[in-house]
Nanobody, 119 residues
């Protein structure tokens, strides 16, 4: 049993900021990558940002320079600081964790949190 609980979404004007949080709980031996995906109406779910256990990060081109992903391994948490938000950032944001089970990585997902950026 693994649960990912997200918080921090909301409504913000263009140019504003939000900080998303995600905490993992349950029977977890090791969490590899953690990160954030988003899905906007009419679009496929896409990777926004990810971070490895040792801090290696990866960002979608559309958010580079505006978003920062981080994690706290002791708290089993990941965070997404979103600055200079744009209307095109509007989406449901999902926390993701890749968890090692023997030699296999399994994906776990949060429930999603709505981010709406008004123009």
């Amino acid at each position: 049993q693994v649960q990912l609980v997200e918080s921090g979404g909301g409504l913000v004007q263009a140019g504003g900021s939000l900080r998303l949080s995600c905490a993992a709980s349950g029977s977890i031996s090791s969490i590899n990558d953690m990160g954030w995906y988003r899905q906007a109406p009419g679009k496929q779910r896409e990777l926004v940002a990810s971070i490895s256990r040792n801090g290696r990060t990866n960002y979608a081109d559309s958010v580079k320079g505006r978003f920062t992903v981080s994690r706290d391994n002791l708290k089993r948490s990941t965070y997404l600081q979103m600055n200079n938000l744009k209307p095109e950032d509007t989406a449901v944001y999902y926390c993701n964790a890749k968890i090692a089970v023997i030699s296999t990585l399994l994906d776990y997902w949060g429930q999603g949190t709505q981010v709406t950026v008004s123009s």
